[in-house]
């Protein structure tokens, strides 16, 4: 089992804590970006830059994506790509993607893309909060919990 994550728009503060699973549990962790990144020196933890295009980042997880390994993302799109790959996605406010939920939100997610390109402002998502980084680490931690043996 792998961490993947979709690094170009994941908050600092969400790789932080990452970082620290990935210390603490000895797990490869990769980040995939278009542009470089700063990670503290590890054995477990990695880059990958890709190209600068649309979905490029997301294309290469999906590439190197094994049955089992977590991605995190916000990207719906490419979480409905990890699932149908029997991956785990899970999103930076700590709510996973499932096959039961990933159809409502790619809906979602299209009909506020079509409200968008006709002209309509829909804002962006909100600002992530306290509560939010504590739902991640907290669901993190029990995904790992039951995904991944702790190493002495």
């Not at 719906?76 to 993607?97: C, D, M, T």
Request: hydrophobic share 40%.
């Amino acid at each position: 089992m792998q961490i993947w994550v979709d690094a170009d728009a994941c908050p600092n503060v969400i790789k932080e804590i990452l970082f620290r699973a990935a210390e603490r549990l000895q797990i490869r962790t990769t980040l995939v970006a278009n542009q470089p990144l700063r990670i503290p020196p590890s054995l477990y933890i990695k880059t990958i830059q890709v190209q600068a295009g649309f979905d490029v980042a997301d294309n290469r997880i999906v590439q190197d994506l094994a049955a089992g390994d977590l991605v995190i993302t916000a990207d719906i799109p490419l979480a409905a790509e990890v699932i149908e790959k029997k991956g785990h996605a899970l999103n930076p406010r700590g709510q996973f993607y499932t096959p039961e939920n990933i159809r409502e939100r790619l809906r979602v997610r299209n009909a506020m893309e079509e409200m968008r390109n006709s002209g309509v402002m829909t804002g962006g998502p909100a600002t992530l909060s306290l509560s939010d980084r504590q739902a991640f680490a907290n669901q993190l931690d029990r995904f790992l919990t039951r995904h991944c043996r702790s190493k002495p």
